[in-house]
């Protein structure tokens, strides 16, 4: 974990309750559907949807006495993230996550599938006590992020795609669950309308550049970095701003529009792809974009009450992206 | 459909609003989305999970202006029977279902897993008015399922299974929904403890009965009156009743391990095995087994008041043995 990302944001001791609850989360009477489900809540991962959670329950004014409903809203969130991502690396036969290898490569593709059913549950389970209200945010965003990957597989393959449909691609695929824990937080810690709808949005433009650095890692990132095999959005066909821009910018669209329409990519030219769009402006500019989406959220977030809390959620967005992995 | 299972049960009109809402529950700003949601709902099924929930509610003096309940929590049991349906036909390679071809066939893996996702989502959804306690009877049997389907995994191509195992999975894998089909009907027609506990023992010896009559069609039956292809548990070396009973009563056990172990499984192999099978006596063995489930079932529920609607179950319980499909 670089720097950045290993900060606690100030709610380290909330974060330490979300692991260990969620690791109470996925008990069975079926010891390998834990494992499977241990196997990727114990890789980690950055826990950026859960932070975001807590902090806007607390900037709005959330008590520590009910802090419990942030963290239970936290672990739902990131029980049905984490079924997301196993799901996500069947289809994409992706062969390494968080640094270690995929649920799907070790268990096989029957048991990666169930265990990602049973914490899609798992989830909506921990998030029963809740309320309706919460269970429709959380519903919702992953329905948009449903949508979102629809739209990706519809422009799959394809160079012509245009930057705001891949913006839109990247809000339902990525932003919606971010803009989903801000929105959580703020709605339990007794935040206005107002204040959610900012939060939300917040949460939507950070997870907007959160994808956009992803998506430059994938580049410009390698392996032992990363935890997980770069190129990988190339070698899928998914096209990502990076790309789009390489497409716009004078570099060698031919080479480029080959790799990606190619179903079958050999990885000699995936790799000259990769150091050609290394090489160029595309990963300034795409940084420049993610920035900009930065900068967005905290201005989101400028009307929300002076708080250290507030502080940290600048600081979270900032984060996003100066992170190496 | 044939007659038994086109009977409905009394609650013709529920049932169509269950089909309405289900339309419904599956609009999405993808076109795609919906449309492969609309592929697995519109095909039908026998929509008897939904059958019970509403006779249950019924059956412990539910009333009418309250009956959206009942039918907002089948959909829910439906969407989210759904959405394992469509995962299922994934690991197990299904290319029929319901008399079509299945979601993975028509529409590849990705966007099958992601509408399965999507349905998951909206199951939880539709079941955030219901109540925390009824989101937990939905989570729970859906854990339960996930259980039976890694324990159903554990001992694939294992001839030497114990019955007690095989009921044990049947339990987890396809009781459990039934069960909580009923336990929500019941709780929200506002029944007692007692009442709930003994309608959700009916649907748990339902569900068992219902999934050994399955395991007999997939021998017994063909491809046209099945809507799917036969010999699937076969071919996928899943151990059912029929195979259990056959490995123990007699038949050529040496050819059935022999299929059984095989993980590539020679065609004529298979048929020849399908064949001594239905030929045995372990089909009317399996059947006589189903029977004492129903005449369990049945029992379950002697203690409710009388009324047309737990006459209505009780023909519920016996059609499921006389099914063709």
């Known amino acids: 974990m ?13 974060l330490g309750l979300v692991e260990k609850t969620l690791r109470e989360s996925v008990r069975s009477e079926s010891p390998l559907l834990t494992e499977i489900a241990m196997h990727v809540i114990a890789a980690g991962g950055k826990r950026i949807r859960p932070a975001i959670c807590i902090l806007a329950y607390k900037s709005v ?3 520590e006495a009910n802090v419990g409903m942030a963290i239970d809203a936290s672990v ?15 289809t994409d036969e992706g062969e390494m996550r968080r640094g270690q290898v995929t649920a799907y490569r070790k268990y096989g593709v029957h048991n990666a599938l169930v ?3 049973f914490m899609f ?5 921990y998030g029963q006590f809740l309320s309706p209200e919460s269970i429709r945010i959380a519903a919702e965003a992953y329905e948009r992020l449903a949508e979102g990957e629809m739209l990706q597989d519809h422009w799959k393959n394809n160079v012509a795609v245009p930057k705001e449909q891949y913006i839109e691609i990247m809000r339902g695929k990525t932003a919606s669950v971010f803009s989903a824990s801000a929105q959580l937080g703020a709605f339990h810690g007794g935040g206005s309308d107002d204040e959610i709808e900012m939060l939300g949005s917040f949460g939507t433009n950070v997870g907007i550049a959160f994808q956009i650095v992803d998506d430059i ?4 990132s390698d392996e032992n970095t990363l935890g997980k095999s770069v190129g990988n959005d190339l070698r899928e066909g998914n096209m990502t701003l990076p790309l789009i821009y390489a497409m716009n910018n004078g570099v060698d669209r031919k080479l480029l529009a080959e790799v990606i329409s190619k179903k079958v990519k050999p990885k000699g030219l995936v790799e000259s792809a990769i150091d050609m769009i290394r090489d160029s402006g595309c990963i300034a500019e795409s940084h420049k974009q993610a920035e900009d989406f930065v900068e967005m959220a905290k201005r989101d977030i400028s009307g929300l009450k002076a708080s250290p809390f507030k502080e940290q959620l600048l600081m979270l967005a900032d984060s996003v992206v100066t992170r190496k992995k």
Not at 217 to 220: A, E, K, R
């Open 2 to 14: 670089n720097d950045a990302m290993a900060l606690d944001f100030g709610v380290g001791e909330e």
């Open 61 to 63: 004014g959330g008590s």
């Open 76 to 90: 739902a969130v990131e029980l049905i993230h984490s079924a997301t991502l196993i799901h996500d690396d069947i």
């Open 115 to 117: 265990a990602g059913d």
């Open 121 to 125: 549950v798992q989830g909506f389970k």
């Open 217 to 220: 890692l994938d580049i410009v």
